[in-house]
């Protein structure tokens, strides 16, 4: 009975033996550092690429004019549709709001040569009628309505506005396309007032 303890106990100590020297010690089948290095760093590599792209995805323009903002956002990659339509609210309310003040100074910052001279023609037989002037009550809605490259680099964007003005005594609603342009090759960022249309 000893003897077979003694022989059991050798055989469960040569497996635990064995056990150790596979598990417990290299085998030689670990790949070399310099092996292990070039696939740490070619991780790296892949996940700074990933990164990259996601940072400089631009997302596709969609809806009216959607062609010629694309064209557009390769020369001005700062050029956003969103962001557009943001800053054309603001143009919209300084220039509605310059007009009945009869501010001709801030609308020649704001409007095209030939629209700023149509502005000021308003402003004078205004005066002259002595007729109250419009005020913004309430803008409700702005949308790109379309937009156009001509000649390589004069970038046009034409927004649908609905706003509710009033004179003092009559509640009106405009609905309006104001169209905007700016040469993309200058470094004035300015998008200027060049065409305004009733909407249909």
């Not at 990259?52 to 997302?59: A, I, L």
């Not at 903002?69 to 300084?94: H, W």
């Given at each position: 009975m000893d003897i077979e303890l003694l022989i059991f106990a050798a055989v469960a100590f040569f497996v635990l033996y064995r056990l150790y020297n596979v598990l417990g010690t290299k085998t030689g089948a670990e790949p070399p550092p310099?092996?292990?290095?070039?696939?740490?760093?070619?991780?790296?590599?892949?996940?700074?690429?990933?990164?990259?792209?996601?940072?400089?995805?631009?997302?596709?323009?969609?809806?009216?004019?959607?062609?010629?903002?694309?064209?557009?956002?390769?020369?001005?990659?700062?050029?956003?549709?969103?962001?557009?339509?943001?800053?054309?609210?603001?143009?919209?309310?300084?220039i509605v709001e310059a007009f009945a003040e009869g501010d001709k100074s801030?609308?020649?910052?704001?409007?095209?040569?030939?629209?700023?001279?149509?502005?000021?023609?308003?402003?004078?037989?205004?005066?002259?009628?002595?007729?109250?002037?419009?005020?913004?009550?309430?803008?409700?809605?702005?949308?790109?309505?379309?937009?156009?490259?001509?000649?390589?680099?004069?970038?046009?964007?034409?927004?649908?506005?609905?706003a509710q003005l009033s004179d003092g005594e009559n509640l009106r609603t405009a609905k309006e396309i104001w169209t905007f342009e700016r040469s993309l090759k200058s470094s004035n960022p300015a998008w200027l007032l060049a065409g305004v249309s009733e909407a249909s």
């Open positions: 310099s092996v292990v290095r070039e696939a740490t760093q070619n991780r790296k590599d892949r996940e700074e690429t990933e990164e990259d792209n996601v940072t400089s995805f631009r997302p596709t323009f969609t809806g009216p004019g959607a062609d010629a903002m694309e064209a557009i956002s390769k020369i001005d990659n700062s050029f956003s549709s969103a962001d557009f339509t943001r800053k054309s609210k603001k143009a919209y309310e300084m801030t609308l020649s910052n704001l409007l095209a040569d030939d629209v700023y001279e149509a502005y000021v023609s308003a402003i004078d037989a205004r005066e002259q009628s002595g007729a109250d002037p419009l005020r913004l009550m309430r803008l409700k809605s702005a949308e790109i309505a379309d937009a156009e490259l001509l000649d390589g680099d004069l970038g046009q964007v034409s927004v649908s506005f609905e």
